[in-house]
């Protein structure tokens, strides 16, 4: 069965500046069974789009595939094009390792290495080539204080990152992957394992890095997306059911099954 | 995501505040009507009830915004009875003025007897009860009529207007009485302008459009 995919409709109210993504009916595999169905959309640079949707609806799935993290899964194929930069980066031929420095993620648990502070930081950096104390300690720095990190980790940038509590330590994840300059940050329910005030801060932090990166969020958190999100997809069973201004998607959903779900009629 | 109870919780409570309100209209055109300073001074006494029971439905409304999080039509609906509320508070500020202007008059004899003004009144409450019963039915083309009929009561405001300024011409003794039937036309009309903005209203919680029901032409 071909899935019809409505671009036009869907994309209408996305604001026309030059996008950071553009995805052209996605599909994505898992062996036979079809997880995401025909994607079509632009993802707006420097803004914060957020993906929600009930579990299973391919939310991670579609982040996964704008960094191609999926790759050693077994049996798993994406089809269609995802454009960033004039690249298809579902084209096989793709450096991954390049997209990988363009595109960082971070996940729902904080995972700092079993390293320093700085090491954690300083890990992308070095793994692309960055050599010199003073070179790296610059970067280290800018990079925790883009992760509002800096001010509470500047005199013990030796110990443990272990030693931080779990919002600093997923603070100090969005400092690594600020840390090799990336243009997007994918970040999978970053909240979910964290306390109110932890979440408060990283939900600003977000908002302030939206000024330089383009953030893609995926959250189960109905407020959070409300909160943190300039734009909202919407998925259902791996399709695109409506994508649109936050404001707008949330006071005034056009498609019924949005309207469901956000009023928790859903079934 | 908001429990259905709740929700329909607050319709009911502002179908309540709607019918205290409208008693209280209906009640102090009575009183004017027939000069009734009694119902006149019980009307202006029932006022605070009516604010009280506005005030503890927008503290619903709140507690539920923050316990909650209602979007989409839920979130229209919520925000819609703050404002419906607000606006229901008002008319019935409306009709305690009426029945202050009626112990204003107090038992002096009428300059002309009153014909109009009850029919505006009725009009006004009409149209109030209407916008409510569209709002409980999120019926946008039951508030569109509703609103229409915002013609008529300002065809008559005008009307008692002209008559009341042809009544003052060479007759300074009716002005005091005159000015205060003006106030009071004026507080009635107030009244049918306060249901048309909640037939707006009515028009966003079923639709999410903000509209205009009866623009002033050259205007907005």
């Known amino acids: 069965m071909v899935t019809k995919t409505r671009p036009v409709e869907v994309n209408q109210r996305i604001e026309a500046e030059a996008p950071a993504f553009r995805v052209r009916n996605l599909s994505f595999f898992y062996g036979r069974e079809k997880v995401l169905k025909g994607i079509t959309m632009d993802i707006p640079r420097h803004r914060v789009t957020a993906i929600m949707g009930p579990s299973g609806c391919g939310k991670s799935t579609f982040l996964r595939v704008l960094n191609r993290l999926y790759e050693r899964i077994p049996g798993a194929k994406a089809t269609g094009e995802v454009w960033l930069d004039g690249e298809n980066i579902l084209d096989p031929r793709l450096d991954v390792v390049a997209l990988r420095r363009k595109v960082g993620m971070v996940f729902q648990k904080p995972n700092p290495f079993p390293k320093s502070i700085f090491d954690n930081v300083a890990y992308g950096p070095r793994i692309h080539g960055v050599r010199g104390r003073r070179k790296l300690s610059f970067i280290v720095e800018r990079a925790l204080r883009q992760a509002a990190l800096w001010d509470e980790v500047k005199d013990k940038l030796k110990r443990s990152a272990f030693d931080l509590s779990g919002g600093q330590q997923q603070r100090l994840c969005i400092a690594r992957a600020l840390a090799v300059e990336p243009q997007v940050l994918l970040m999978d329910e970053p909240t979910s394992a964290l306390d109110p005030a932890a979440t408060a801060k990283i939900e600003e932090l977000v908002r302030t890095l939206s000024q330089g990166f383009t953030v893609v969020i995926v959250t189960h958190n109905l407020q959070q997306a409300a909160r943190v999100s300039h734009h909202t997809a919407f998925l259902l069973s791996g399709e695109l059911v409506e994508y649109a201004p936050t404001e707008e998607l949330f006071t005034r959903p056009k498609d019924p099954r949005t309207e469901d779900y956000l009023t928790g009629r859903f079934s | ?220």
Request: aromatic share 2%.
């Open chain 2, 1 to 220: 995501m908001v429990r259905k109870e709740e929700l329909s919780g607050l319709e009911g409570e502002l179908r309540a505040l709607g019918a205290q309100v409208i008693r209280a209209l209906r009640g102090a055109m009575r009183a004017l009507s027939r000069r009734d300073l009694v119902a006149a001074q019980g009307v202006i006494d029932g006022d605070g009830g009516i604010n009280a029971r506005r005030a503890a439905l927008e503290e619903r409304c709140i507690r539920l915004l923050a316990t909650q999080q209602p979007a989409a039509s839920d979130l229209r609906l919520v925000t819609g009875v703050m404002h419906i509320a607000t606006d229901l508070e008002r008319a019935a500020d409306h009709a305690k003025g009426l029945a202050r202007i009626t112990l204003f008059i107090g038992d002096e004899a009428l300059i002309k007897p009153l014909v109009d003004l009850p029919r505006m009144a009725r009009l006004a409450a009409g149209m109030l009860s209407g916008a409510l019963r569209a709002f409980s039915a999120r019926d946008v083309g039951a508030a569109r009529e509703v609103a229409r009929r915002d013609d008529e009561v300002d065809a008559l405001h005008d009307r008692i207007h002209q008559e009341l300024f042809a009544l003052m011409v060479g007759r300074p003794e009716v002005i005091r009485q005159a000015t205060y039937l003006m106030w009071a036309s004026h507080a009635v009309e107030r009244v049918a302008d306060l249901a048309t903005n909640i037939c707006e209203r009515v028009v966003f919680v079923a639709t999410g459009a903000m509209e205009e029901l009866n623009p002033v032409p050259g205007e907005g």
